[in-house]
């Protein structure tokens, strides 16, 4: 499964590498595929590089749907390690 991350760009330099922040995390990720991207604008990010550029309404529905996954998942792997201590 591939999956691609939405992030907000924070500075652009003059090869259209840009850096951009995830979790406190920050990453230098290539703007090849997106030169409309502009600072303050979100992409989706893919191995490294911007795929597509998005509205800050559908990156952040993004991030709040992958936060429900991390919890449902981190949920899951909590009753799992339960039911082997009964």
Known sequence: MCLAIPVQIQSIDADRNAIVALGGVSRQISLIMTPEAQVGD?????????????SEEEAQASLE??????????????????????
Do not use: C, D, P, R
Request: proline share 0%; glycine share 14%.
């Open 42 to 54: 979100y992409v989706l990010v893919h191995t490294g590089y911007a795929i597509s550029v998005l």
């Open 65 to 86: 749907a992958f936060a429900e996954i991390a919890k449902i998942q981190a949920e899951m792997e909590m009753g799992n390690g339960e039911m082997g201590h009964g």
